[in-house]
């Protein structure tokens, strides 16, 4: 069973400047998770979507960030413009329900590494 | 914010040795869960316990659960230099989960 893929790996920018990072969960998964995680610290939720609607965006600074779910498959997250603080790793992640229950086993992509300088 | 305050920040320890985290959390959960990241890779599940038990085993992993204490422990034994990694727990609800800031263990061959 494939994982969940993340592209790119490596994205580095200067600041004010956009970026956009892809995600495909694995088959099947109705949840899809964007984490952010700052060197040394644990990932911070920024959005949560079930199939192609947005559960909780909560985190998320909208002034900079969006990210969309088309078709409830793969998932795009971008920053515009970005600033020094929004170099983190970008982490994309999913979970799947069996029949109608959650499992509660979040799968990890590699992630995508931003540094904006 | 985070719910999962893992301690000690960092731990080194020599192969062969257990190494114990601990993880405190602030609300009602009903599981916890700890997930493991190798440096520059993604996290990768390990175990979850549920709020209504008070021990799991897997392999060489046990991980316990005081909810009275709101604190779990992860608990390695006979490490191994492949052990290596950053340690989270993870508390969970409305399908999602929050993490904390993590132990990075340090295992030396």
């Known amino acids: 069973e494939a994982g969940v893929a993340q592209s790119p790996r490596y994205k580095i920018i200067e600041k004010r400047q956009s970026v956009a990072f892809w995600c495909n969960p694995i088959?099947?998964?109705?949840?899809l998770y964007w984490y952010q995680q700052i060197l040394g610290q644990g990932p911070k939720l920024l959005i949560q979507?079930?199939?192609?609607?947005?559960?909780?965006d909560s985190q998320l600074p909208k002034d900079r960030f969006s990210a969309e779910r088309l078709k409830g498959v793969d998932s795009t997250l971008k920053i515009q413009p970005a600033k020094l603080e929004d170099s983190a790793v970008y982490l994309c992640?999913?979970?799947?329900?069996?029949?109608?229950?959650?499992?509660?086993?979040?799968?990890f992509g590699e992630g995508s590494r931003l540094t904006v300088l | 914010s985070q719910q999962g305050e893992e301690d000690p920040q960092a731990l080194s320890i020599q192969e062969g040795e257990n190494a114990t985290m601990n993880c405190s959390y602030k609300t009602s959960i009903n599981n916890l869960q700890w997930y493991r990241q190798n440096s520059g890779r993604g996290l990768v599940h390990l175990i979850l316990i549920r709020s209504n038990e008070r021990e799991k085993h897997s392999g060489r992993l046990r991980v316990t659960l005081d909810t009275s204490k709101k604190s779990s422990s992860l608990l390695i034994t006979a490490s191994r230099a492949a052990d290596t990694a950053s340690y989270f727990c993870?508390?969970?609800?409305?399908?999602?989960?929050?993490f904390g800031k993590g132990t990075k263990l340090t295992v030396n061959p």
């Open positions: 088959s099947g998964h109705a949840t």
């Open positions: 992640a999913s979970s799947l329900r069996l029949a109608g229950v959650w499992t509660g086993e979040l799968f």
């Open positions: 993870a508390t969970g609800g409305s399908e999602k989960l929050v």
């Open positions: 979507f079930q199939n192609n609607g947005v559960v909780d």
